[in-house]
């Protein structure tokens, strides 16, 4: 049974950092793609950065480049999620995703395996 397990959320203020991470189970994603999204109260869930299965490359959503950066450790099965600069419209449930594809895709549809979600949030 693959499961992907987010964690390190929590609520920080405006302006400070957070780590998530995203460990993998149950197959070895090392040749898939790995995406972050988020999805917050009243919205659609929405792209926020992907990384190809090496981690030669990676992938923003306009909203979170330069504050955001996505890496991965495939010797451990995890993907990262650095968050700096936070605001408060970065507040969110966010998710990992595994793709089948070892290309990133910024697409929703893209992803086939997805983690139960950890909160962010930002206060001003």
């Known amino acids: 049974q693959v499961q992907l397990v987010e964690s390190g959320g929590g609520l920080v203020q405006a302006g400070g950092s957070l780590r998530l991470s995203c460990a993998a189970s149950?197959?070895?994603?090392?040749?898939?793609?790995m995406g972050w999204f988020r999805q917050a109260p009243g919205k659609e869930r929405e792209f926020v950065a992907a990384?190809?299965?090496?981690?030669?490359?990676?992938y923003y959503a306009d909203s979170v480049k330069g504050r955001f950066t996505i890496s991965r450790d495939n010797a451990k099965n995890t993907v990262y999620l650095q968050m700096n600069s936070l605001k408060p419209e970065d507040t969110a449930v966010y998710y990992c995703?595994?793709?089948?594809?070892?290309?990133?895709?910024?697409?929703?549809?893209?992803?086939?395996?997805w983690g139960q979600g950890t909160q962010v949030t930002v206060s001003s």
């Open positions: 149950g197959r070895t994603f090392s040749n898939h793609a």
């Open positions: 995703a595994g793709a089948e594809s070892p290309w990133y895709n910024d697409s929703y549809y893209a992803y086939d395996y």
């Open positions: 990384i190809t299965w090496s981690g030669a490359s990676t």
